[in-house]
């Protein structure tokens, strides 16, 4: 088998589509050697050398050492220069080179191949001793540090103390003579510490070298590095050897990074920074400024120092040159390292680069538009979850923090306001002008005023579809849960983060974004949905399959989901409309009564407000189908606490106070999640469903005959396991239907059906689509219910879940498609079996997760519903998946 591969001089082994064989740095020079650019000759050691070399207890094949020979002799040939030749050496750089790059995480050696006697000659030929001396310290100080593992510590001591002896304050004081008296030292140094001299022979050297670099794969930060960004352990990396070029040979010498767009903002410019006289370690470590690589981007800052397009013209214009052929060439973005030796351009690296949300969007949309890329490629080309970042005000990025904590990154968005520890208060606050972070240890539907009055949410407790995190999604307001670092005693109105303590007025900024809880404001900087945008996700829309419809119960919420594209309501949560401050006591009424009769009263007083609700979101989503839920959660979440709320719910339904409270002890569950709830309330209290009902049909009539245009109502019954339940209920939602359209004399079309939240529900798929119309995936219970996991109190156990693999991601973010998958697609084939255009869609939490996305897809749902924010994201998901 081959291990070394060649480039440069004409020649090229590989290619970039070589990045798994010889890494991301391997391939690209190979790839810009090839296609005629100035790389300094070398050669890459494959990535499979370094398996082997494990495999081997960290020795080399003797195979190696000819092809090794080889890469040498090619490097020779093309520079003139011989390894080790004391007249006139060749110097090389060794470097590591991984598949994907790791940034700072493995070893590399400069100047490799300088010795007491090559110095001299390296000295001669470039008729500068200074330069000659300072690159043989360099090499020695990397040397030591990388290949001997010797506290680079003692280098920089000996540096510092010859500096302050004879006056200097920066490096580029030391003359050549300084330069070789360190040498002098250094190498005692390596003497003292290493128990042997500094290597003279050039083979040691490079040996060492590239043994350091392989031995670099297994250094314990390249493993945390592996685990944090799911690289496997087996990929190894490549070893590049290249001739050194240097940009530190006097004032027409420079090293530089850039890239060929602006990768904060994405704008058609080059963007960068050179040093003069300096080699490339000296950008990185920050001993210097670097200076801008264009005098746009120096007058934009008012800086001083020349840039290179003054301080250096041709060799600019040369990387500007360079910079247009790699994007053509590549098709992306480049982010690229530079070197000028005397003028004259090499280039050192290419690859493409990262970049923030904003110019993802930009530079996709804009090689589409140059024609540098299609408009499908633009599409897979933006991360949907990074839209995010655009849809929400964020943080500057500029701004200072002062962290408190960090919590889970529930509801994306930034927002600073008075920490309020109690629903009411932030209420009151909020109509009084204050911006509001509404803090508590857990939030229930009761702070839904609450939630809805804050600027930004933050919990103690709950994961990523917790309560708060689940409504502030939808309200779209930035939301930290599950911070556990906090404890809150609401009564005090004071939080204790550690040793520090927030009081009630306080400011605080949350970022949900990262989970961050910071101390104090932090400047936000607003969202622009400009034009970029609104092109990307109109391209998407014409490939995308899925429709996208929105989870929400509000007419804002409505609207906001319009706006970003919403295509119909998936998911409307009726509950949330019960805990109005206007209904709440009917609703306690309802549910405290001791008959039907009592129920009924409570009921006739709701009727007139539910059905206002539906008429308002009709209104806004006319001509689209709306698909309502009935009534789902326990009723004892709508229980009376307070003492004042106990008398005021026994006032209206003309009952003693104590009679109430036996009842509210009744109503107790153990288990409320698998108790009294979903469908089994409209069983054992089919008046509650039909009041539900009939407000639904008569907000129809009402807007069919206002707007001239009828909306499309899709009942959905909550939590059905069994065909028999949604036959009862249909029944009854059925004759509600009849008799409003009877008493009013129109007639609505509407479909009654079911959500697949329970396995069983899912099992018997195909009979329950006798029953019912169209099935909705209720993803956050069926994964609640099938992995016997609860949703609410996952969070404490489900962070080590992942960490060990025994889960990939959340399953409550993100689909276990093993699991959970496979009961969705079994469920949608059964029921398709036995209704061919059974509609079918998804509209848990999952529904706005690009990874269940394409999940959807594959399994031919025909929608997928998303909170109002995830809309966006879900359309461009959706169009992603259909490519
Ligand atoms: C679900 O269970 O996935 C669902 C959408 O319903 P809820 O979150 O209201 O239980
Ligand atoms: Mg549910």
Redesign the pocket.
């Known amino acids: 088998t081959q291990y070394v591969y060649r480039f440069g001089g004409g020649v090229s082994d590989g290619g970039s589509g070589d990045k798994t064989l010889l890494g991301g740095k391997g391939a690209n020079l190979a790839e810009m050697a090839s296609i005629g650019l100035p790389v300094p000759p070398g050669f890459t050691i494959a990535t499979t050398m370094c398996t082997r070399y494990y495999e081997d207890g960290e020795t080399f094949p003797d195979s190696l050492r000819d092809e090794v020979a080889t890469g040498i002799a090619h490097i020779e040939g093309i520079t003139g220069k011989r390894f080790g030749d004391e007249a006139d050496p060749l110097l090389v750089s060794v470097r590591s080179g991984a598949r994907v790059s790791m940034p700072g995480m493995m070893d590399t050696v400069l100047n490799l191949g300088l010795n007491d006697r090559t110095v001299e000659g390296l000295a001669a030929v470039s008729d500068d001793a200074r330069f000659a001396w300072d690159s043989y310290r360099r090499f020695i100080q990397m040397y030591s540090d990388v290949v001997l593992e010797l506290d680079h510590g003692r280098f920089e001591e000996a540096l510092e103390i010859a500096k302050e002896d004879r006056g200097y304050y920066l490096d580029t004081d030391l003359t050549a003579d300084d330069w070789r008296a360190l040498v002098a030292q250094y190498k005692d140094i390596v003497v003292e510490l290493w128990g042997k001299p500094f290597p003279q022979d050039v083979h040691d050297q490079l040996w060492g070298a590239i043994g350091a670099v392989f031995g670099s794969w297994q250094a314990d930060r390249a493993k945390v590095y592996r685990r944090l960004n799911d690289i496997p352990g087996d990929w190894g990396t490549a070893v590049n050897v290249q001739a050194m070029v240097f940009g530190n040979m006097g004032d027409t010498s420079a090293t530089g990074v850039a890239f060929t767009r602006d990768p904060s903002t994405g704008a058609n410019a080059y963007y960068g920074e050179f040093l003069i006289n300096a080699q490339g370690e000296d950008v990185v470590a920050g001993i210097r400024t670097p200076q801008y690589l264009t005098t746009a981007a120096r007058a934009a800052a008012n800086a001083k120092p020349l840039s290179m397009e003054e301080a250096m013209p041709d060799a600019y214009a040369e990387l500007a040159a360079v910079f247009d052929r790699l994007e053509r060439h590549y098709r992306d973005m480049q982010d690229i390292e530079f070197t000028v030796q005397q003028g004259k351009l090499w280039m050192l690296q290419t690859r493409s680069g990262k970049r923030t949300a904003k110019a993802a969007l930009k530079i996709a949309v804009d090689m589409a538009e140059e024609g540098l890329i299609s408009r499908e490629e633009a599409i897979a080309r933006v991360d949907p979850q990074a839209l995010d970042q655009l849809l929400h005000p964020t943080l500057d990025p500029k701004a200072a923090r002062d962290v408190l904590t960090k919590g889970l990154p529930a509801s994306p968005g930034a927002a600073s306001g008075i920490a309020v520890f109690d629903s009411d208060t932030a209420e009151r606050r909020s109509n009084a002008g204050d911006a509001v972070i509404l803090i508590r240890t857990e939030t229930s539907p009761e702070d839904i005023h609450g939630m809805h009055a804050a600027r930004g949410i933050l919990t103690a407790r709950g994961g990523m579809?917790s309560h708060a995190a689940?409504v502030a999604r939808g309200m779209g307001r930035p939301c930290v849960s599950g911070a556990g670092s906090i404890s809150i005693d609401a009564k005090a109105g004071v939080m204790k983060v550690g040793s520090r303590e927030i009081r009630e007025g306080d400011i605080v900024t949350i970022d949900g974004a990262t989970g961050e809880v910071m101390a104090g404001a932090v400047a936000t900087v607003q969202p622009e949905l400009a034009g970029d945008f609104g092109t990307l996700m109109e391209w998407a829309d014409g490939v995308r399959r899925l429709k996208v419809r929105t989870?929400a119960e509000t007419p804002l919420d409505c609207r906001t989901a319009r706006d970003f594209g919403a295509e119909g309501i998936g998911?409307c949560?009726t509950e949330h409309m019960f805990f109005e401050q206007s209904r709440i006591t009917a609703v306690r009424q309802m549910i405290l009564a001791e008959d039907e009769a009592g129920r009924r009263v409570a009921l006739d007083k709701l009727l007139p407000e539910q059905r206002s609700d539906f008429v308002e979101i009709f209104e806004v989503m006319v001509g689209l189908p709306c698909t309502i839920?009935l009534l789902?959660?326990p009723l004892h979440e709508f229980l009376p606490h307070e003492e004042a709320e106990f008398a005021e719910v026994a006032q209206a339904a003309g009952i003693e106070v104590e009679q109430l409270k036996r009842r509210a002890a009744e109503l107790h569950e153990f288990n409320p999640m698998l108790g009294h709830r979903g469908c089994r309330l409209g069983v054992t209290y089919p008046e509650i469903y039909e009041m539900q009902a009939r407000a639904i049909f008569e907000a129809a009539v009402i807007v069919a005959e206002k707007s001239g245009e009828a909306p499309i109502p899709e009942v959905m019954i909550?939590l059905v396991g069994t065909k028999r339940e949604l036959e009862l209920m249909k029944t009854v939602i059925d004759k509600a239907a009849e008799a409003v359209f009877a008493d009013k004399g129109r007639r609505i079309e509407y479909l009654v059906g079911t959500?697949i939240?329970l396995p069983r529900a899912a099992l018997k798929a195909g009979e329950i689509a006798e029953a019912g119309q169209f099935f909705?995936?209720?993803?956050?219970?069926?994964?609640?219910t099938t992995l016997g996991v609860s949703r609410d109190d996952a969070s404490r156990f489900l962070g080590a879940y992942v960490e060990k693999g025994i889960y990939a991601r959340d399953p409550f973010v993100s689909i276990d498609v093993e699991g959970v998958g496979e009961l969705i697609e079994l469920a949608a084939e059964r029921g398709r079996k036995t209704r061919s255009d059974i509609k079918l869609g998804i509209?848990?939490?999952h529904g706005g997760d690009p990874a269940s996305i394409a999940f959807c897809e594959k399994v031919g749902l025909d929608y997928v519903s998303a909170s109002p924010y995830r809309v966006p994201i879900a359309r461009l998901a959706a169009a992603q998946a259909a490519l």
């Open positions: 579809t689940v989870n998911l949560r839920r789902d959660p909550p959500m939240e909705s995936f209720g993803t956050n219970d069926l994964t609640q509209c848990g939490e």
